[in-house]
T-cell receptor
Framework: NAGVTQTPKFQVLKTGQSMTLQCAQDMNHNSMYWYRQDPGMGLRLIYYSASEGTTDKGEVPNGYNVSRLNKREFSLRLESAAPSQTSVYFC????????????FGNGTRLTVT | KNQVEQSPQSLIILEGKNCTLQCNYTVSPFSNLRWYKQDTGRGPVSLTIMTFSENTKSNGRYTATLDADTKQSSLHITASQLSDSASYICVVTLDILTGGGNKLTFGTGTQLKVEL
């Protein structure tokens, strides 16, 4: 039982390049999330998906797009990377029961030069 | 503004010693407070959840407390081990039923290092 799987683990981009971060969960969860984690700041929500076919903006959506490909997969795309997007990105999923915890992947460390 | 503040920012203790981490929040309306443990290079993992009516809850050597009146929570670690070295993150959830939309507010974490 893998939980939440993110790929790649590390990535270096040049300013202006694009890339897609992949996330898949095997827990049959409806809700999935993308967060970024920066030094000295709490995790910040980029986008979330409450169910297959729906996506909504979080706290810091600018510069990102998402796709909820199916119930398992939720990808995050950077169309034109900027140095300000250097961060560690976490995907998470959550069950439908009230007070269910977030289940996180192990993150993608992205550096934009 | 809804905020979650944790203290101390970092802490070094000797193996076998106890420690207490603090979390103060201004999130309202409050639904629950959860503590996560984040090992280096890994995603956060839930340790325990505190709802409005709970004062204390234990999970092995971890004991969380909640004072909803003063909006404070603590995480006490007993008989620390090297494997306790991690970042501990406090997360408060807004109340769904009163229109909070299940929004989460994350603290910045306390970095704990346990040494021999």
């Amino acid at each position: 039982n893998a939980g939440v799987t993110q790929t790649p683990k590390f990535q270096v981009l040049k300013t202006g390049q694009s890339m897609t971060l992949q996330c898949a969960q095997d827990m049959n969860h409806n809700s999935m999330y993308w967060y970024r984690q920066d030094p000295g700041m709490g995790l910040r929500l980029i986008y979330y998906s409450a169910s297959e076919g729906t996506t909504d903006k979080g706290e810091v959506p600018n510069g990102y797009n998402v796709s909820r490909l199916n119930k398992r997969e939720f990808s995050l795309r950077l169309e034109s990377a900027a140095p300000s997007q250097t961060s560690v990105y976490f995907c998470a999923s959550r069950g439908d029961r009230i007070n269910s915890p977030l289940h996180f992947g192990n993150g993608t460390r992205l550096t934009v030069t | 503004k809804n905020q979650v503040e944790q203290s101390p920012q970092s802490l070094i203790i000797l193996e076998g010693k106890n420690c207490t981490l603090q979390c103060n929040y201004t999130v309202s309306p409050f639904s629950n407070l959860r503590w996560y443990k984040q090992d280096t290079g890994r995603g956060p993992v839930s340790l325990t959840i505190m709802t409005f009516s709970e004062n204390t809850k234990s999970n092995g050597r971890y004991t969380a407390t909640l004072d909803a009146d003063t909006k404070q929570s603590s995480l006490h670690i007993t008989a620390s081990q090297l494997s306790d070295s991690a970042s501990y993150i406090c997360v408060v959830t807004l109340d769904i039923l009163t229109g909070g939309g299940n929004k989460l507010t994350f603290g910045t974490g306390t970095q704990l290092k346990v040494e021999l």
